[in-house]
């Protein structure tokens, strides 16, 4: 789990797959509590589709960095 660049930090892959867990589940309990209409469901719908993209993206990254550091040493 640790970074292939710096074992004593958290890996971006991992960071990734925890932030667009948590921005899913938090997107989903923000709906069911608040009453919304469409407007505003398309806004967090939104929102939420840019945020878990960054989030994968970071994943990937991650660890792709990952691959690429394991076969440079």
Not at 15 to 22: A, F, R, S
Not at 31 to 52: C, H, K, P, R, Y
């Amino acid at each position: 789990m640790g970074s292939s660049v710096d074992p004593q930090k958290l890996s971006l892959t991992i960071k990734g797959i925890l932030g667009t867990v948590v921005i899913l589940l938090g997107f989903l309990g923000y709906q069911n509590i608040f009453d919304v209409d469409e407007l505003t469901g398309a806004i967090i719908s939104v929102v939420e589709a840019v945020l878990v993209v960054i989030s994968t993206g970071t994943a990937l990254y991650g660890l792709i960095r990952k691959i690429i550091n394991k076969f440079k040493k």
